[in-house]
């Protein structure tokens, strides 16, 4: 066949071409201090490490879910935990899914209901652009966040009650402002999120 040319981002950096179970073999395999994903058929080393306000603002969503959510009914993790879409893998900065569709020894889920990316200057049209195009692709997700490092916003993605997602993301902006999660029953307040990680 002929050559394939694929746009790929500056900050990850394209080790082989390979189908998911070769991804999957190399990442059982591969040194743990490294990140990898697998976008379009090519396995990407992601680039490593993020400022201390990126750490802080994921692992706040990741407290804040693990201190509403019933743990009977809902896993939540952190930046650690793969999920598997059509043609992607990726890692996000927190995710929550429900307890059962994945075994407890799964490095991935299949079935996000919620994932939060933090936003970086390398990351921002991957973030915004190209990964609400996977994500909300998938069948279980209800809502996607993506929060600002520089200022008191989240982009919000939310499935209607026609099961459709909106094109463009609600800006939810300020201190006083809340993300309300109806599938979760939870409303995530803004001040929570950025207290202590403001801009």
Known sequence: GGTRCE?????????????????????????????????????????????????????????????????????????DRLIDLSGTVRFADALVERIG????????????????????????????SVKPLEYLSAPSLDTYIVA???????????RRADGTFTEAATEIRGPDKVIEIPALGVSIALADVYRGASP
């Open 7 to 79: 746009v790929l981002p500056m900050t990850a950096h394209a080790l082989m071409y390979a189908d998911k179970a070769a991804f999957y073999h190399f990442v059982a395999n591969s040194d743990e201090r490294h990140r990898y994903e697998f976008v379009r058929g090519w396995i990407m080393q992601q680039q490593a490490g993020g400022t201390l306000r990126h750490s802080r603002l994921g692992s706040r969503f990741v407290t804040l879910f693990s201190t509403f959510l019933d743990r009977t009914v809902w896993a939540v993790s952190g930046p």
């Open 101 to 128: 569709t994945a075994t407890d020894d799964s490095i991935r889920t299949e079935h996000p209901v919620v994932i939060v990316e933090v936003l970086s200057p390398s990351s921002e049209e991957r973030d915004l």
């Open 148 to 158: 600002s490092q520089d200022e008191i916003l989240c982009y919000v993605w939310q």
